[in-house]
């Protein structure tokens, strides 16, 4: 019900964006975020846009990572620049829609020279 997309292989200091679309059968959304897994470390909080707009990103990517959204596509976005290797994890989108949560399967991002 969510497929996320945009992970891949880049060199420090590079860029990528992560997409994640909700099909059709999730719709009034709310909030919308991405969060990440590294091995051997807790899933942790990238960053959130709620139903009104308003962000919060973890301490660790701000300043580098853009949160969006577009709620005609029932999408969110997550623009990533300055990546660093500490930021190579899996990536998962979140959405709550209606008080129930689902989760994307996870991206691989590896930033790696």
């Known amino acids: 019900q969510l497929q996320a997309s945009g992970g891949g292989l880049v060199q420090p200091g590079g860029s990528l964006r992560l997409s994640c679309a909700a099909s059709g059968s999730i719709f009034r959304i709310d909030y919308m975020g991405w969060y990440r897994q590294a091995p051997g470390k807790q899933r942790e909080l990238v960053a959130s846009?709620?139903?009104?707009?308003?962000?919060n990103y973890g301490d660790s990517v701000k300043g580098r990572f853009t949160i969006s959204r577009d709620n005609t596509k029932n999408a969110v976005y997550l623009q990533m620049n300055s990546l660093k290797p500490e930021d190579t994890a899996v990536y998962y989108c979140?959405?709550?829609?209606?008080?129930?949560?689902?989760w994307g399967q996870g991206t691989q991002v590896t930033v790696s020279s």
């Open positions: 979140n959405v709550v829609s209606m008080l129930r949560g689902y």
């Open positions: 846009v709620a139903g009104g707009g308003s962000t």
